[in-house]
Protein backbone atom coordinates (compact mmCIF):
# COMPACT_ATOMS: atom_id res chain seq x y z
CA UNK A 1 0.00 0.00 0.00
CA UNK A 2 1.80 3.63 -0.91
CA UNK A 3 0.63 6.80 0.15
CA UNK A 4 -1.38 9.03 -1.66
CA UNK A 5 -0.79 13.05 -2.02
CA UNK A 6 -3.59 13.29 0.90
CA UNK A 7 -1.53 10.80 3.24
CA UNK A 8 1.82 13.33 3.01
CA UNK A 9 2.77 15.86 5.67
CA UNK A 10 5.05 17.95 6.06
CA UNK A 11 5.66 17.13 9.76
CA UNK A 12 3.86 13.96 11.58
CA UNK A 13 3.49 14.25 15.65
CA UNK A 14 3.78 11.16 17.32
CA UNK A 15 2.39 11.38 20.35
CA UNK A 16 -0.44 13.66 21.17
CA UNK A 17 -0.08 14.30 25.24
CA UNK A 18 1.14 17.30 26.79
CA UNK A 19 4.12 18.01 24.70
CA UNK A 20 2.72 16.84 21.41
CA UNK A 21 -0.53 18.54 21.38
CA UNK A 22 1.24 21.48 22.60
CA UNK A 23 3.11 21.49 19.38
CA UNK A 24 0.02 20.96 17.58
CA UNK A 25 -1.26 23.79 18.68
CA UNK A 26 1.96 26.28 17.97
CA UNK A 27 1.87 24.89 14.75
CA UNK A 28 -1.26 26.24 13.81
CA UNK A 29 -2.16 28.69 11.35
CA UNK A 30 1.01 28.56 10.14
CA UNK A 31 -0.32 26.97 6.80
CA UNK A 32 1.89 23.34 7.52
CA UNK A 33 0.30 20.26 6.86
CA UNK A 34 0.45 18.27 9.96
CA UNK A 35 -0.61 14.34 11.56
CA UNK A 36 -1.29 14.04 14.98
CA UNK A 37 -1.18 10.11 16.10
CA UNK A 38 -2.04 9.59 19.53
CA UNK A 39 -3.05 6.24 21.04
CA UNK A 40 -5.48 7.26 23.87
CA UNK A 41 -8.16 10.30 23.73
CA UNK A 42 -7.24 12.82 25.88
CA UNK A 43 -10.24 12.73 27.86
CA UNK A 44 -10.09 8.94 28.56
CA UNK A 45 -9.43 7.84 31.78
CA UNK A 46 -6.50 5.65 30.56
CA UNK A 47 -5.20 8.51 29.25
CA UNK A 48 -1.33 8.81 30.24
CA UNK A 49 -0.71 12.21 30.19
CA UNK A 50 -3.66 13.70 31.18
CA UNK A 51 -4.00 11.82 33.78
CA UNK A 52 -4.95 12.22 37.64
CA UNK A 53 -1.80 14.31 38.48
CA UNK A 54 -1.60 18.10 38.34
CA UNK A 55 0.99 20.22 36.96
CA UNK A 56 3.12 23.28 38.47
CA UNK A 57 3.48 25.92 35.52
CA UNK A 58 6.42 28.33 35.20
CA UNK A 59 5.54 31.61 34.45
CA UNK A 60 7.48 31.38 31.22
CA UNK A 61 4.84 28.82 30.16
CA UNK A 62 2.24 30.86 31.03
CA UNK A 63 3.80 33.42 28.67
CA UNK A 64 4.00 30.53 25.81
CA UNK A 65 0.78 29.45 26.61
CA UNK A 66 -0.60 32.91 26.38
CA UNK A 67 0.81 33.39 22.66
CA UNK A 68 -0.37 30.19 21.72
CA UNK A 69 -3.96 31.49 22.89
CA UNK A 70 -4.91 28.81 25.48
CA UNK A 71 -4.10 30.67 28.22
CA UNK A 72 -7.55 31.70 28.57
CA UNK A 73 -8.81 27.86 29.45
CA UNK A 74 -5.77 27.00 31.58
CA UNK A 75 -6.26 30.28 34.10
CA UNK A 76 -9.84 29.15 34.31
CA UNK A 77 -9.02 26.10 36.23
CA UNK A 78 -5.29 27.19 37.38
CA UNK A 79 -4.31 28.33 40.84
CA UNK A 80 -1.72 30.82 41.27
CA UNK A 81 1.70 30.18 43.52
CA UNK A 82 2.34 33.23 45.64
CA UNK A 83 5.34 31.63 47.28
CA UNK A 84 7.04 29.02 47.95
CA UNK A 85 8.32 27.22 51.03
CA UNK A 86 11.33 24.65 50.81
CA UNK A 87 12.41 23.58 54.04
CA UNK A 88 14.40 20.17 54.98
CA UNK A 89 13.23 17.76 57.84
CA UNK A 90 14.87 17.66 61.41
CA UNK A 91 17.40 20.16 60.40
CA UNK A 92 17.09 24.30 60.19
CA UNK A 93 18.03 25.27 57.08
CA UNK A 94 14.75 26.78 55.08
CA UNK A 95 14.26 29.23 52.09
CA UNK A 96 11.18 31.13 50.93
CA UNK A 97 10.46 32.53 47.37
CA UNK A 98 7.65 35.18 47.13
CA UNK A 99 6.35 36.52 44.02
CA UNK A 100 5.84 39.97 45.24
CA UNK A 101 9.44 40.08 46.41
CA UNK A 102 10.31 39.35 43.14
CA UNK A 103 7.85 41.78 41.43
CA UNK A 104 6.04 38.68 39.80
CA UNK A 105 2.22 38.20 39.66
CA UNK A 106 2.66 34.52 40.71
CA UNK A 107 5.38 32.06 41.24
CA UNK A 108 3.89 29.70 38.91
CA UNK A 109 0.47 28.22 38.38
CA UNK A 110 -1.07 24.45 39.32
CA UNK A 111 -3.47 22.86 36.93
CA UNK A 112 -5.08 19.81 36.75
CA UNK A 113 -3.37 17.77 33.71
CA UNK A 114 -7.06 16.94 32.76
CA UNK A 115 -7.79 20.56 32.46
CA UNK A 116 -4.67 21.26 30.79
CA UNK A 117 -5.61 18.45 28.07
CA UNK A 118 -9.22 19.86 27.64
CA UNK A 119 -7.84 23.06 26.83
CA UNK A 120 -5.51 22.30 24.45
CA UNK A 121 -7.49 19.64 22.62
CA UNK A 122 -10.47 22.07 22.09
CA UNK A 123 -8.10 24.43 19.92
CA UNK A 124 -7.10 21.49 18.07
CA UNK A 125 -10.61 20.57 16.79
CA UNK A 126 -10.68 23.39 14.83
CA UNK A 127 -7.80 23.32 13.28
CA UNK A 128 -7.55 23.03 9.20
CA UNK A 129 -4.05 22.30 8.30
CA UNK A 130 -4.10 19.20 10.93
CA UNK A 131 -5.53 15.80 10.33
CA UNK A 132 -5.53 13.86 13.91
CA UNK A 133 -5.19 10.27 14.23
CA UNK A 134 -6.72 9.00 17.77
CA UNK A 135 -7.35 6.49 19.27
CA UNK A 136 -4.54 5.08 16.39
CA UNK A 137 -0.95 3.98 16.97
CA UNK A 138 2.15 4.31 15.11
CA UNK A 139 2.94 0.28 14.04
CA UNK A 140 5.85 1.09 11.90
CA UNK A 141 8.27 3.89 10.31
CA UNK A 142 10.61 3.56 7.27
CA UNK A 143 13.22 6.60 6.71
CA UNK A 144 13.59 7.31 3.39
CA UNK A 145 15.83 9.98 2.18
CA UNK A 146 13.02 12.27 1.17
CA UNK A 147 10.16 11.33 3.83
CA UNK A 148 9.61 8.91 6.25
CA UNK A 149 6.68 6.25 5.65
CA UNK A 150 4.76 5.78 8.72
CA UNK A 151 2.47 2.86 9.12
CA UNK A 152 -0.65 4.46 11.56
CA UNK A 153 -2.92 1.45 13.05
CA UNK A 154 -6.42 2.76 14.04
CA UNK A 155 -8.47 0.97 16.30
CA UNK A 156 -10.79 -0.30 13.74
CA UNK A 157 -7.59 -2.74 12.90
CA UNK A 158 -7.84 -0.37 9.67
CA UNK A 159 -3.42 0.74 8.75
CA UNK A 160 -2.96 3.89 7.01
CA UNK A 161 0.18 4.74 5.40
CA UNK A 162 1.38 8.32 5.39
CA UNK A 163 4.31 9.94 4.46
CA UNK A 164 6.07 12.88 6.43
CA UNK A 165 9.57 14.89 5.92
CA UNK A 166 9.47 15.41 9.96
CA UNK A 167 8.69 13.33 12.48
CA UNK A 168 8.43 14.71 15.63
CA UNK A 169 9.02 12.17 19.04
CA UNK A 170 6.22 13.00 21.25
CA UNK A 171 5.36 9.65 22.81
CA UNK A 172 7.03 9.45 26.46
CA UNK A 173 9.75 8.17 28.11
CA UNK A 174 9.57 4.65 26.48
CA UNK A 175 9.44 6.67 22.69
CA UNK A 176 9.31 3.82 20.01
CA UNK A 177 9.72 6.32 18.05
CA UNK A 178 13.50 7.63 19.34
CA UNK A 179 13.98 3.78 19.34
CA UNK A 180 12.72 3.24 15.79
CA UNK A 181 15.88 5.71 14.32
CA UNK A 182 17.87 4.15 16.48
CA UNK A 183 19.00 6.69 19.43
CA UNK A 184 19.51 5.27 23.09
CA UNK A 185 18.40 6.48 26.04
CA UNK A 186 20.49 6.22 29.19
CA UNK A 187 18.24 5.59 32.15
CA UNK A 188 19.18 6.52 36.30
CA UNK A 189 16.57 4.33 38.42
CA UNK A 190 16.37 6.42 41.31
CA UNK A 191 14.28 3.90 43.92
CA UNK A 192 11.83 6.06 44.32
CA UNK A 193 7.82 6.29 43.43
CA UNK A 194 5.93 9.19 43.77
CA UNK A 195 3.06 8.88 45.35
CA UNK A 196 -0.01 11.55 44.09
CA UNK A 197 -2.84 12.45 45.64
CA UNK A 198 -5.33 14.65 47.12
CA UNK A 199 -5.13 16.70 50.66
CA UNK A 200 -7.17 18.93 52.24
CA UNK A 201 -5.36 20.50 55.69
CA UNK A 202 -7.21 22.71 58.26
CA UNK A 203 -6.11 25.76 57.05
CA UNK A 204 -5.88 27.33 54.34
CA UNK A 205 -2.97 27.41 52.12
CA UNK A 206 -2.86 31.41 51.23
CA UNK A 207 -1.51 29.75 47.34
CA UNK A 208 1.90 28.87 49.35
CA UNK A 209 3.40 25.84 47.52
CA UNK A 210 5.33 23.57 50.05
CA UNK A 211 8.75 21.49 48.93
CA UNK A 212 10.11 19.50 52.01
CA UNK A 213 13.07 17.05 52.02
CA UNK A 214 12.92 14.21 54.08
CA UNK A 215 15.66 11.19 55.04
CA UNK A 216 13.17 9.04 52.98
CA UNK A 217 12.61 11.62 49.59
CA UNK A 218 11.02 15.07 49.17
CA UNK A 219 7.10 15.72 49.76
CA UNK A 220 5.42 18.67 47.60
CA UNK A 221 2.21 20.70 48.55
CA UNK A 222 0.78 22.54 46.05
CA UNK A 223 -2.12 24.52 46.33
CA UNK A 224 -5.38 23.89 44.34
CA UNK A 225 -8.43 26.76 43.97
CA UNK A 226 -11.21 24.90 46.19
CA UNK A 227 -8.51 24.66 49.41
CA UNK A 228 -7.19 21.16 48.63
CA UNK A 229 -3.87 20.39 48.05
CA UNK A 230 -2.16 18.36 45.52
CA UNK A 231 0.34 16.01 47.57
CA UNK A 232 3.35 14.33 45.40
CA UNK A 233 4.83 12.04 48.19
CA UNK A 234 8.38 10.63 47.09
CA UNK A 235 9.03 7.78 48.61
CA UNK A 236 12.03 4.54 48.58
CA UNK A 237 10.29 2.27 46.00
CA UNK A 238 9.57 -0.49 48.93
CA UNK A 239 8.16 1.95 51.24
CA UNK A 240 5.99 3.69 48.51
CA UNK A 241 4.23 0.18 47.93
CA UNK A 242 3.59 -0.34 51.68
CA UNK A 243 2.00 3.28 51.55
CA UNK A 244 0.05 2.31 48.50
CA UNK A 245 -1.92 -0.47 50.72
CA UNK A 246 -2.20 1.92 54.23
CA UNK A 247 -5.59 3.20 55.08
CA UNK A 248 -6.59 6.52 54.33
CA UNK A 249 -5.42 7.28 58.34
CA UNK A 250 -2.64 5.40 58.61
CA UNK A 251 -1.58 7.14 55.16
CA UNK A 252 -2.19 10.62 56.62
CA UNK A 253 -0.30 10.48 60.07
CA UNK A 254 2.36 9.46 57.57
CA UNK A 255 2.28 12.70 56.21
CA UNK A 256 1.73 14.54 59.28
CA UNK A 257 4.94 13.15 60.44
CA UNK A 258 6.64 14.43 57.61
CA UNK A 259 5.35 17.56 56.57
CA UNK A 260 4.44 19.17 60.38
CA UNK A 261 1.51 21.38 61.30
CA UNK A 262 2.44 24.55 59.14
CA UNK A 263 -1.01 24.16 57.31
CA UNK A 264 -2.95 22.14 60.63
CA UNK A 265 -4.30 18.62 60.92
CA UNK A 266 -4.52 17.30 57.69
CA UNK A 267 -8.43 16.25 56.95
CA UNK A 268 -9.13 14.17 54.27
CA UNK A 269 -7.39 12.25 51.48
CA UNK A 270 -8.23 11.34 47.59
CA UNK A 271 -7.33 8.31 45.97
CA UNK A 272 -3.29 7.15 45.91
CA UNK A 273 -1.46 6.96 42.38
CA UNK A 274 2.00 5.63 42.17
CA UNK A 275 4.29 6.80 39.57
CA UNK A 276 8.11 5.09 39.83
CA UNK A 277 10.65 7.54 38.97
CA UNK A 278 13.64 7.84 36.83
CA UNK A 279 15.88 9.89 35.10
CA UNK A 280 15.83 9.22 30.89
CA UNK A 281 18.00 10.86 28.75
CA UNK A 282 18.11 10.59 24.95
CA UNK A 283 21.75 10.51 23.75
CA UNK A 284 20.91 13.19 21.29
CA UNK A 285 17.58 15.15 20.41
CA UNK A 286 16.74 14.35 16.78
CA UNK A 287 18.21 11.78 14.00
CA UNK A 288 17.49 11.36 10.29
CA UNK A 289 14.41 12.95 9.66
CA UNK A 290 13.25 13.11 13.71
CA UNK A 291 13.28 15.65 16.35
CA UNK A 292 13.19 14.17 19.85
CA UNK A 293 10.67 16.54 22.01
CA UNK A 294 9.33 16.56 26.20
CA UNK A 295 9.31 12.75 27.79
CA UNK A 296 10.87 11.75 24.74
CA UNK A 297 14.36 13.45 24.72
CA UNK A 298 14.14 13.42 28.52
CA UNK A 299 12.25 11.97 31.73
CA UNK A 300 12.83 14.02 35.22
CA UNK A 301 12.26 13.46 38.20
CA UNK A 302 9.68 15.77 39.23
CA UNK A 303 10.92 16.98 42.68
CA UNK A 304 11.50 20.32 41.13
CA UNK A 305 8.25 20.44 38.30
CA UNK A 306 10.63 21.22 35.43
CA UNK A 307 9.53 18.35 33.12
CA UNK A 308 6.60 19.67 31.04
CA UNK A 309 7.91 23.52 31.43
CA UNK A 310 11.15 22.28 29.62
CA UNK A 311 9.22 20.33 27.34
CA UNK A 312 6.92 23.56 26.15
CA UNK A 313 10.36 25.09 25.57
CA UNK A 314 11.51 22.10 22.95
CA UNK A 315 7.91 22.91 21.57
CA UNK A 316 9.04 26.84 21.47
CA UNK A 317 11.66 26.31 20.08
CA UNK A 318 10.75 23.37 17.03
CA UNK A 319 7.79 25.88 16.40
CA UNK A 320 10.11 28.54 15.52
CA UNK A 321 12.50 27.05 13.83
CA UNK A 322 9.10 25.54 12.04
CA UNK A 323 8.40 29.06 11.10
CA UNK A 324 11.89 30.31 10.04
CA UNK A 325 12.13 27.85 7.48
CA UNK A 326 9.13 28.77 6.03
CA UNK A 327 10.11 32.16 5.77
CA UNK A 328 12.68 31.26 3.85
CA UNK A 329 10.49 29.46 1.50
CA UNK A 330 7.65 31.78 0.73
CA UNK A 331 4.65 30.33 -1.85
CA UNK A 332 6.33 27.16 -2.49
CA UNK A 333 5.63 24.14 -1.00
CA UNK A 334 8.08 22.12 -3.20
CA UNK A 335 11.09 23.50 -1.64
CA UNK A 336 10.18 23.20 2.15
CA UNK A 337 11.94 20.52 4.12
CA UNK A 338 11.10 20.42 8.16
CA UNK A 339 13.41 17.39 8.24
CA UNK A 340 16.30 19.37 6.60
CA UNK A 341 19.61 18.44 8.60
CA UNK A 342 20.01 22.21 9.10
CA UNK A 343 16.69 22.64 10.78
CA UNK A 344 17.22 19.77 13.42
CA UNK A 345 20.91 20.76 14.40
CA UNK A 346 19.97 24.12 14.91
CA UNK A 347 16.89 22.57 16.90
CA UNK A 348 20.00 20.04 18.66
CA UNK A 349 22.29 23.19 19.37
CA UNK A 350 19.51 25.58 20.48
CA UNK A 351 18.07 22.82 23.11
CA UNK A 352 21.01 21.77 24.01
CA UNK A 353 22.29 24.40 27.19
CA UNK A 354 18.47 24.46 28.99
CA UNK A 355 17.94 20.74 28.81
CA UNK A 356 21.64 20.60 30.02
CA UNK A 357 21.07 22.57 32.72
CA UNK A 358 17.82 21.73 33.85
CA UNK A 359 18.53 17.88 34.08
CA UNK A 360 21.78 18.64 35.89
CA UNK A 361 19.81 21.11 38.13
CA UNK A 362 17.16 18.34 38.99
CA UNK A 363 19.24 15.22 38.97
CA UNK A 364 21.16 17.11 41.51
CA UNK A 365 18.93 18.15 43.93
CA UNK A 366 17.42 14.70 44.27
CA UNK A 367 20.91 13.45 44.97
CA UNK A 368 22.11 16.10 47.08
CA UNK A 369 18.93 15.30 49.43
CA UNK A 370 19.18 11.82 49.14
CA UNK A 371 22.58 12.27 50.92
CA UNK A 372 22.87 11.28 54.49
CA UNK A 373 26.12 11.91 55.16
CA UNK A 374 26.97 14.80 57.74
CA UNK A 375 28.50 16.99 55.98
CA UNK A 376 26.30 16.95 52.95
CA UNK A 377 23.49 17.96 55.36
CA UNK A 378 25.37 20.90 57.11
CA UNK A 379 26.09 21.88 53.17
CA UNK A 380 22.42 21.68 52.13
CA UNK A 381 21.20 23.42 55.38
CA UNK A 382 23.72 26.33 54.70
CA UNK A 383 22.53 26.12 50.97
CA UNK A 384 18.96 26.54 52.10
CA UNK A 385 19.77 29.67 54.14
CA UNK A 386 22.10 31.48 51.83
CA UNK A 387 19.33 30.83 49.36
CA UNK A 388 16.96 32.50 51.68
CA UNK A 389 19.40 35.36 52.45
CA UNK A 390 20.43 36.16 49.34
CA UNK A 391 17.93 37.37 46.22
CA UNK A 392 20.55 36.80 43.68
CA UNK A 393 20.32 33.31 43.98
CA UNK A 394 17.16 33.34 44.53
CA UNK A 395 16.17 35.16 40.72
CA UNK A 396 18.83 32.65 39.77
CA UNK A 397 16.25 29.94 40.59
CA UNK A 398 13.60 31.74 39.14
CA UNK A 399 15.46 31.92 35.70
CA UNK A 400 16.05 28.44 35.47
CA UNK A 401 12.73 27.48 36.13
CA UNK A 402 11.45 30.04 33.52
CA UNK A 403 13.96 29.02 31.29
CA UNK A 404 15.36 32.90 30.92
CA UNK A 405 18.79 31.06 30.11
CA UNK A 406 20.32 31.52 26.99
CA UNK A 407 18.10 32.50 23.48
CA UNK A 408 14.95 32.54 24.71
CA UNK A 409 12.16 31.74 22.29
CA UNK A 410 9.71 34.03 20.67
CA UNK A 411 6.37 32.43 22.06
CA UNK A 412 8.07 32.79 25.51
CA UNK A 413 8.82 36.38 25.03
CA UNK A 414 5.02 37.09 23.97
CA UNK A 415 5.71 37.03 20.46
CA UNK A 416 3.63 35.21 17.85
CA UNK A 417 5.36 32.84 15.00
CA UNK A 418 5.59 34.40 12.26
CA UNK A 419 5.59 38.19 13.32
CA UNK A 420 8.96 40.01 13.12
CA UNK A 421 11.38 40.46 16.04
C1 LIG B 1 4.40 12.60 39.43
C2 LIG B 1 4.78 13.61 38.40
C3 LIG B 1 4.57 14.97 38.62
C4 LIG B 1 4.95 15.91 37.67
N1 LIG B 1 4.77 17.23 37.93
C5 LIG B 1 5.21 18.16 37.04
C6 LIG B 1 5.09 19.55 37.30
O1 LIG B 1 4.55 19.96 38.33
N2 LIG B 1 5.57 20.44 36.38
C7 LIG B 1 6.15 20.02 35.22
O2 LIG B 1 6.59 20.87 34.41
N3 LIG B 1 6.28 18.71 34.94
C8 LIG B 1 5.83 17.77 35.81
N4 LIG B 1 5.95 16.43 35.52
C9 LIG B 1 6.51 16.04 34.23
C10 LIG B 1 5.44 15.99 33.13
O3 LIG B 1 4.37 15.18 33.52
C11 LIG B 1 6.05 15.47 31.85
O4 LIG B 1 7.14 16.25 31.52
C12 LIG B 1 5.04 15.46 30.70
O5 LIG B 1 4.02 14.53 30.96
C13 LIG B 1 5.71 15.11 29.40
O6 LIG B 1 4.72 15.09 28.39
P1 LIG B 1 4.97 14.32 27.02
O7 LIG B 1 3.81 14.70 26.16
O8 LIG B 1 6.34 14.55 26.52
O9 LIG B 1 4.93 12.76 27.38
P2 LIG B 1 3.74 11.90 27.96
O10 LIG B 1 3.02 12.66 29.00
O11 LIG B 1 4.32 10.58 28.35
O12 LIG B 1 2.75 11.68 26.72
C14 LIG B 1 3.08 10.80 25.67
C15 LIG B 1 1.84 10.61 24.80
O13 LIG B 1 2.21 9.79 23.68
C16 LIG B 1 1.20 8.80 23.48
N5 LIG B 1 1.85 7.65 22.83
C17 LIG B 1 2.83 6.86 23.33
N6 LIG B 1 3.21 5.94 22.40
C18 LIG B 1 2.46 6.18 21.28
C19 LIG B 1 2.39 5.58 19.98
N7 LIG B 1 3.18 4.55 19.62
N8 LIG B 1 1.50 6.05 19.08
C20 LIG B 1 0.70 7.11 19.41
N9 LIG B 1 0.72 7.72 20.63
C21 LIG B 1 1.59 7.26 21.55
C22 LIG B 1 0.65 8.51 24.87
O14 LIG B 1 -0.66 7.98 24.83
C23 LIG B 1 0.69 9.92 25.52
O15 LIG B 1 -0.50 10.63 25.27
C24 LIG B 1 5.57 15.48 36.47
C25 LIG B 1 5.78 14.10 36.24
C26 LIG B 1 5.40 13.18 37.19
C27 LIG B 1 5.65 11.71 36.91
Redesign the pocket.
Known amino acids: MGADANDSFDIAI???????ASLAVALKGLQVRVAL????PHDAAS???FDE?????SNGSRCILETLGVWPAVAAAATPIAKIHVSDQGHFGFARIDAAEQGLRALGYVVANRALGAALWSTLADQGDLRVYCP???SRLTAGEQAVEIGVAEASGAETLIRARLVVA????ES?VRAAFGVSAAVRDYDQT?V?TTVLPRNFHQHVAYERFTANGPLALLPQNDGRCTL?LTLQRSMAESAMRWSDEEFLAEVQRRFGFRLGRFLKVGRRVA?P?ALTRASRTSAGRCAI????AQ??H?VA???????LRDVACLAELVAEHLALHPGNPELRDFGASGLLSAYDAWRAADRGEIIAFTDGLVRLFANPLRAVQRLRNLGLLAFDLLPPAKAALSSLSTGAAGRIPKLARGVALGAPL
Open positions: VGGGMVGIEAVQPSRTTALARVADGVAAIVYLIGNAGLPGMGFNLG
